[in-house]
């Protein structure tokens, strides 16, 4: 791509596009000189996007729905399902077959080519300020984190690069993964919330490693100070606690649920629907009580244990040879049914594919059994549901009702 393309392609994803530049990236689009240059152009373009994962297949069709909704009201005879079905069918064919002297083409080869500099701008920027938005910005889909102040930053829109936050302290995102680079001197107090549907991983100041599932947060200090470390969660969190026997760390759990670790990896589930606190440990020790209870209430779990916590002042309940594994899958990647009774397994559901489900009385007495991967469409969920008996209908894409 030569240079003066190249600079009015960025001109133009800067919104600094003159109408005289927009004429002129036309023209030059529309030579056929121009064409023969682009055509590997773009072709390695799609390659590097395929083998970089920018865009889902779904992101794909999307984008170019974008691209052309771009132009309203301009004379681009185009029809936008049969270029998005030849798309589809075979993207390095549609890119020999298009009509360069078509507007609606030229709008096509601008986008691909502004959508693959800027996401690559976001993914190779070693360096940058992300600016903090006020609350409701982003919406309810977005993992945020939320900054003492109340501002809030999304995190699941950056793969990697450096974020410059208030008093002096900066975050990075490694490969998905957050963490602080250097802490202010300044106490400050940051949370990370996600959305049905997403989970988020983050590395604390002590090296401490934690896994968010869908509809989960964690409140803690940008840098640990004191006697102790001190954290709260809501939703389900899997940690790996970085040891320091010098500095005890505690978790405070929705529900009243208090967790001290003693240098371990452990699973948390408490979400407010359901009807009690799990706490799993996985390696190492912990001890769980309800809090404000005495501390001879407190039990200490052993690998392959799990605690039930409920409200109520009532006693905890400790089970063996839990199955951690089947526990934790969640944080692989997989939804694991085994054992699970179909109202559990309705939850886990609705938190992640953000539908509501209805029952029509009496809730069906189902044990499921067998693994499905939280990528699947939920519609490939809904095939494995009635593979096993289970009768449903669907109002619209959001409500699942369970029949009798």
Request: no cysteine; net charge negative.
């Amino acid at each position: 791509m030569n240079s003066r393309l190249q600079h009015l392609l960025e001109r133009w994803s800067n919104d600094q596009f003159t109408e005289a530049e927009r004429q002129e990236l036309i023209d030059m689009l529309q030579s056929a000189s121009t064409e023969q240059e682009i055509i590997p152009v773009l072709e390695d373009m799609w390659e590097k996007i395929q083998d970089e994962g920018l865009f889902s297949e779904a992101r794909q069709q999307t984008m170019i729905k974008n691209i052309l909704d771009r132009y309203p009201g301009r004379k681009f005879p185009v029809d936008k399902e049969a270029v998005k079905s030849m798309y589809v069918g075979h993207r390095n064919a549609l890119i020999r077959k298009w009509s360069w002297a078509v507007a609606s083409s030229v709008a096509l080869i601008i986008g691909i080519g502004v959508y693959y500099l800027y996401h690559k701008k976001q993914a190779e920027t070693p360096a940058g300020i992300v600016q903090s938005v006020t609350n409701g910005q982003q919406g309810e889909n977005s993992v945020l984190l939320t900054l003492s102040d109340g501002s809030q930053v999304p995190l699941d829109t950056i793969k990697n690069g450096r974020i410059a936050l208030r008093g002096g302290t900066v975050a990075k995102v490694t490969n998905g993964v957050f963490e602080y680079e250097r802490t202010g001197s300044e106490v400050q107090y940051n949370t990370i919330s996600t959305p049905k549907g997403k989970q988020f991983q983050l590395r604390l100041s002590d090296g401490t490693n934690v896994w968010l599932n869908a509809e989960s947060s964690i409140q803690y200090p940008v840098a640990f100070t004191g006697k102790e470390r001190l954290i709260s969660v809501t939703g389900e969190v899997y940690m790996e606690v970085a040891q320091n026997p010098s500095i005890p760390f505690r978790v405070e759990v929705s529900g009243g649920t208090a967790v001290e670790v003693l240098g371990t990896s452990f699973n948390v589930n408490a979400y407010d629907n359901e009807q009690s606190v799990r706490t799993t440990l996985l390696d190492g020790a912990i001890r769980v009580a309800m809090k404000g209870s005495e501390r001879a209430a407190y039990k200490l779990l052993k690998p392959g244990q799990q605690a039930l916590t409920t409200t109520g002042n009532r006693p905890i309940q400790v089970f063996d040879d839990v199955n951690a594994v089947s526990v934790v899958a969640w944080k692989n990647g997989v939804f694991d049914f085994n054992d699970v009774s179909l109202e559990e397994a309705m939850r886990q559901l609705a938190r992640w594919y953000d539908i509501e489900v209805i029952y029509q009385q009496p809730i069906p007495e189902v044990q499921l059994g067998g693994t499905i991967k939280r990528s699947l469409p939920f519609a490939d969920v809904l095939y494995f549901l009635s593979n096993v008996g289970l009768h449903y209908k669907l109002e619209g894409n959001r409500t699942l009702i369970i029949l009798p």
